[in-house]
């Protein structure tokens, strides 16, 4: 999994970025399918994978659909009527080699005619082709005959030499896509005349209509990778952290559920944590809690956007409440940066709720902690230290951060230009962003 985060963020994102928005969206949401295979498949194998992403809905940018002239693969085609269709028949290459030859033997003996079916597929092919015209049909072909009845006429024509071509990366990947059929891609990267950086980031930010603590990252090299181009690893950890969070709910309800074995034990520090805590708190108050409050409301600003978040569990004894955040973190030092995060949902609860901020508590509730040497043990503990005062700047920081950026696209690439280090996703989105 590490070498499969390693080729996009090395590789494959950076190669897309020089070739346009399309790429970039198709390899987004290739990276967003395998996350949510590795997640789903009960079965993990090579097959199962490339089944799961081929079935994925491709995201793409439909904003160029008025135009004169549309190049499209007959297959994207179905659905759609044109006045006037152009249609290049595709002329597959014979690269029969000896497995294909024992394997239509194979298939021969069964009964199957495999030249049958392949014709049988060409005829279907031509079938969508010709029916998308609404007027008229021209086919550009070297064997007129196979086309040619009463209805129809031959006419042979010209081509004048196209001279001074660029013959620059993306002319050569425009050539090798049309070469291969693929018109619409082969259109776009000729028709690719200015960088188009700049407007999709620009549209992640005009299109940002709330905020929510995970997307509170200052760096902007990782907002780009993290957010805007959504590539943060998959981890085991995460895949733990929601089926935790789920079986906690679930005992805090009083619907205690089944969990598979080797989560038992983090089920088990779940079960000890929450004893602990109905000493003090015996009143539960919500669990999975949603809050949705204006930022404006957290910190100094004007902006119209809203700040979303979840609490994990709150609880009550007579006189205070305590938020409660579960943690499956491996240790706890990321402890002060949980804090943060529960300083601003205890802001939010008291907002919401009209309590004042002295009688909310808040607890972190670490259920996977390892020692340094792993000797197979998983403890538990609760945190109960406070965050301090000045805490909220902190994140009012990174909150105005975010803001400045969706206020004026320019200042994330100033930021970005000030990254140092040879990344190469931030090398080629600032050389894209440079057209």
């Known amino acids: 999994m590490e070498d499969i985060n390693f080729l996009f963020e090395e590789f494959i994102i950076p190669i897309s970025v020089s070739y346009g928005q399309e790429y970039v969206l198709a390899a987004m949401n290739v990276k967003e399918s395998y996350n949510e295979?590795?997640?789903?498949?009960?079965?993990?194998?090579?097959?199962?994978?490339?089944?799961?992403?081929?079935?994925?809905?491709?995201?793409?940018?439909?904003?160029?659909?008025?135009?004169?002239?549309?190049?499209?693969?007959?297959?994207?085609?179905?659905?759609?009527?044109?006045?006037?269709?152009?249609y290049l028949p595709h002329k597959p290459k014979d690269n029969t080699n000896f497995q294909d030859l024992v394997v239509e033997a194979i298939l021969k003996s069964e009964g199957i005619n495999v030249k049958e079916e392949l014709e049988e597929e060409a005829l279907r092919i031509d079938f969508v082709a010709f029916t998308r015209a609404e007027e008229k049909l021209f086919i550009i072909t070297e064997k007129p005959e196979n086309y040619l009845n009463d209805k129809?006429?031959?006419?042979?024509?010209?081509?004048?030499?196209?001279?001074?071509?660029?013959?620059?990366?993306?002319?050569?990947?425009?050539?090798?896509?049309?070469?291969?059929?693929?018109?619409?891609?082969?259109?776009?990267?000729?028709?690719?005349?200015?960088?188009?950086?700049?407007?999709?980031?620009?549209?992640?930010?005009?299109?940002l209509s709330q905020m929510s603590y995970s997307l509170l990252e200052k760096d902007p090299l990782e907002f780009l990778k993290r957010k805007i181009l959504k590539l943060?690893?998959?981890?085991?950890?995460?895949?733990?952290?929601?089926?935790?969070?789920?079986?906690?709910?679930?005992?805090?309800?009083?619907?205690?559920?089944?969990?598979?074995?080797?989560?038992?034990?983090?089920a088990e520090n779940v079960k000890s944590i929450y004893e602990e805590i109905k000493k003090e708190y015996p009143n539960v108050v919500g669990v999975e809690k949603e809050f949705k409050i204006p930022v404006k409301s957290l910190i100094d600003s004007e902006e119209e956007i809203l700040f979303v978040g979840k609490i994990d569990a709150i609880f009550k004894n007579d006189e205070e409440y305590l938020i409660l955040d579960w943690k499956t973190d491996k240790n706890d030092s990321k402890a002060s940066n949980h804090r943060q995060q529960l300083e601003t949902y205890k802001r939010a609860?008291?907002?919401?709720?009209?309590?004042?901020?002295?009688?909310?508590?808040?607890?972190?509730?670490?259920?996977?902690?390892?020692?340094?040497?792993?000797?197979?043990?998983?403890?538990?503990?609760?945190?109960?230290?406070?965050?301090?005062?000045?805490?909220?700047?902190?994140?009012?920081?990174?909150?105005?951060?975010?803001?400045?950026?969706?206020?004026?696209i320019n200042t994330f690439y100033e930021d970005l230009c000030n990254v140092k280090g040879d990344d190469k996703i931030l090398k080629a989105v600032i050389e894209e962003w440079e057209k």
């Open 232 to 266: 943060s690893d998959f981890s085991e950890n995460l895949n733990i952290g929601s089926e935790v969070h789920l079986y906690a709910a679930n005992l805090i309800q009083g619907q205690e559920t089944e969990i598979r074995d080797d989560l038992k034990p983090y």
């Open 152 to 207: 129809s006429v031959q006419e042979d024509f010209e081509v004048e030499s196209v001279e001074g071509v660029d013959v620059e990366e993306k002319c050569k990947k425009a050539f090798n896509l049309f070469l291969e059929g693929n018109y619409d891609e082969a259109e776009k990267l000729v028709k690719q005349e200015k960088g188009w950086i700049k407007e999709f980031i620009k549209s992640y930010f005009d299109s």
């Open 349 to 408: 609860f008291s907002k919401e709720n009209n309590i004042p901020l002295d009688k909310i508590k808040v607890a972190i509730g670490f259920v996977a902690l390892r020692g340094t040497i792993n000797l197979g043990k998983i403890d538990e503990k609760i945190d109960n230290a406070q965050p301090r005062k000045n805490v909220i700047n902190t994140v009012a920081g990174r909150i105005e951060k975010i803001l400045s950026w969706k206020k004026d």
């Open 37 to 86: 295979a590795m997640k789903v498949l009960e079965e993990i194998n090579l097959k199962n994978l490339i089944d799961y992403i081929e079935s994925s809905d491709m995201r793409g940018n439909d904003s160029d659909k008025e135009k004169n002239i549309t190049i499209i693969s007959v297959h994207k085609s179905k659905g759609k009527e044109f006045n006037y269709v152009i």
